[in-house]
């Protein structure tokens, strides 16, 4: 079993829909979860970061984590065809020298 | 936010030879950088984490002899892929961990895409 899952999609919405990308974990000592946003052949780009259970809003974007289910969330409100990438979840148990873990990524496409 | 430079962002070499990219933290110090190869259409692999005036940990099945990481300071780390062959051409991207409080974001550089012929 991956230390963390991700569905890899591709996910299509149209614009203007709200996207929910999920991932699952399985190691409880995970205290911090990331969200990247990766276009093609960029590097990725940081898009929230939380600590431990909770929300956490930054314009259209919601961080969401339960660390009781073991599973981290990010929605899109309003989305725009310009959110079309690949989302990256990813999570540590902290500190500055400690490695990411990351999902496998959602491809999103929205359609105009 | 904080900035990751990468250089070359593009790199054609021919087999046999050896290629340097460069990692920098543009403004903020990082004491530990990592560097990940990608494939097309899949997730970053780790290859190892860099930690400034110290040696490189590198994850199984990496060869330290092949990929050399040095990091010379805290705002530079250099990977050098040694006597490159065709199966070494990839997505190369670096990310440098900005510490805040015993945690650390990690921002990603551009990424070098090396294509070795």
């Known amino acids: 079993q991956k230390e963390v899952e991700q569905d890899p999609g591709p996910l299509s919405v149209p614009e203007g829909a709200i996207v929910s990308l999920n991932c699952t974990y399985s190691n409880s000592a995970f205290q911090y979860f990331m969200w990247y946003r990766q276009y093609s052949r960029k590097g990725p780009e940081l898009l929230m970061y939380t600590y431990s259970s909770g929300n956490k809003e930054d314009g259209r974007f919601t961080a969401q984590v339960d660390k009781s289910s073991k599973y981290i969330s990010l929605f899109i409100r309003d989305s725009q065809p310009s959110d079309s990438a690949t989302y990256l979840c990813a999570m540590n148990y902290g500190g500055a020298t400690n490695k990411l873990i990351f999902g496998t990524g959602t491809l999103l496409a929205v359609q105009p | 936010g904080a900035v990751v430079s990468q250089h070359p962002s593009w790199v054609i070499c021919k087999s046999g030879t050896s290629v340097k990219i460069e990692c920098r933290s543009l403004?903020?110090?990082?004491?530990?950088m990592f560097w990940y190869r990608q494939f097309p259409k899949q997730s970053l692999m780790l290859m190892a984490t860099?930690?400034?005036?110290?040696?490189?940990?590198?994850e199984q099945g990496v060869e330290k002899d092949k990929f050399l990481i040095n990091h010379a300071s805290l705002t530079l780390s250099t990977l050098t892929v040694t006597s490159a062959h065709p199966e070494d051409s990839s997505f190369y991207i670096c990310s440098a961990g900005e510490a805040s409080g015993g945690a650390a974001k990690q921002y990603f550089g551009p990424g070098t895409r090396l294509t070795v012929t």
């Open positions: 403004d903020f110090q990082a004491t530990t």
């Open positions: 860099s930690n400034e005036g110290s040696k490189a940990t590198y």
